[in-house]
């Protein structure tokens, strides 16, 4: 497990039952809808994903959209940015 998100919401039983999601595509990481545990989907590579970048670079960032939603009528949602540093 790499992070387990949390969030609350004021309404009681279903309602308040909160959805987690990564907006943006990757198969490096998966995110639980359920529980909010972000986890590896597969190894790191660093000189992979190093190779498009310049030379001798120490550490890489990657960054992924979050967002968690509520299950009331209407329902909300709210997003933030992830960032992984890879060292």
Do not use: W
């Not at 992070?3 to 279903?14: L, N, P, Q, R, V």
């Not at 992979?48 to 509520?70: G, P, Y």
């Not at 909300?76 to 992984?84: E, F, G, N, W």
């Amino acid at each position: 497990v790499l992070e387990k998100f949390s969030a609350t919401d004021c309404d009681t039983g279903f309602n308040g039952e909160m959805e987690y999601r990564l907006l943006n595509v990757t198969d490096l990481v998966i995110i639980d809808s359920k529980t909010g545990e972000m986890k590896l989907n597969q190894s790191i590579d660093f000189e992979t994903l190093n190779q498009h970048r310049q030379k001798n670079v120490t550490s890489i960032d990657l960054e992924f959209l979050l967002e968690v939603r509520d299950h009331g009528h209407p329902s909300l949602a709210s997003q933030t940015k992830v960032i992984l540093r890879i060292n």
